[in-house]
């Protein structure tokens, strides 16, 4: 399986970390952010990466060269204008591929082995193309206390609003929770969509209300951290030297 990590945003929440180095390479515990899931993926037998870049990218290319120092190999797929995520996979899915593929927010951080992502049985229904996209959830942080998809059985929902009311669970497992920011993609989601700039989440929405997107919880042993502030940055940096 190959792996496209996300690293193209201008990390605007990150200033003033983020005015002279793209926020893949702020440092976390020793080793620049996005050296962390390069890492992961390689021990988990992903050796094929894509990462996409737009702000800084040159920097990112330069520090990370073609990936061999981990033993993966590294294409970069460059926006010379930022694409938002669904436009930045689109560019990127020549590269990719026809086959699903490990979707990794470059800004996310999780105890989560990799290896149980990409051996996932989630992997067969999107083979089979019984789904279009399969997303991993978490708890809600507070910074998004209001979560972003539903979570019923096996099936990932915009809302609960979407379930029938004679299957509605109880409240709290209907409960919106929070995308991780790491999911498994099928090319077919895209299909349909013209280059350009657009976001994902309206396509997994789409998807969602077709019955075509499957999911699975975290848990909150996960250790997943939305690495979005200079405050999250440095209270992860603190934990992770700490447990070393």
């Not at 299909?191 to 075509?212: K, V």
Request: proline share 7%; glycine share 10%; with cysteine.
């Amino acid at each position: 399986m190959k792996a496209m990590i996300l690293a193209a945003g201008r990390g605007t929440r990150m200033a003033p970390l983020t005015d002279h180095c793209p926020k893949p390479l702020l440092e976390l515990a020793g080793e620049p952010l996005i050296v962390h899931h390069i890492r992961k993926l390689a021990a988990a037998g992903v050796h094929e990466i894509v990462i996409n870049h737009a702000y800084l990218g040159h920097m990112i290319e330069a520090a990370l060269g073609d990936g061999s120092r981990w033993g993966v190999c590294i294409i970069y797929s460059a926006e010379t204008s930022a694409l938002e995520t669904g436009g930045g996979i689109l560019q990127a899915l020549p590269l990719l591929g026809d086959a699903p593929f490990l979707l990794i927010n470059g800004d996310v951080w999780t105890d989560v082995d990799y290896q149980l992502l990409v051996n996932s049985a989630a992997v067969d229904g999107l083979q089979r193309r019984k789904v279009l996209a399969h997303l991993w959830l978490v708890d809600n942080p507070e910074h998004n206390p209001g979560g972003d998809f539903v979570l019923s059985g096996e099936r990932v929902l915009s809302s609960a609003a979407s379930l029938p009311k004679e299957s509605l669970p109880e409240v709290s497992l209907a409960a919106p929770l929070t995308f991780s920011g790491i999911s498994l993609i099928h090319p077919q989601l895209l299909a349909q969509q013209a280059p350009g700039a657009f976001p994902l989440a309206p396509l997994l929405r789409t998807a969602m209300n077709e019955d075509s997107v499957s999911g699975a919880y975290l848990g909150a042993d996960s250790g997943w951290v939305d690495v979005g502030t200079p405050e999250r940055l440095q209270q992860l940096h603190d934990q992770l030297i700490q447990r070393n």
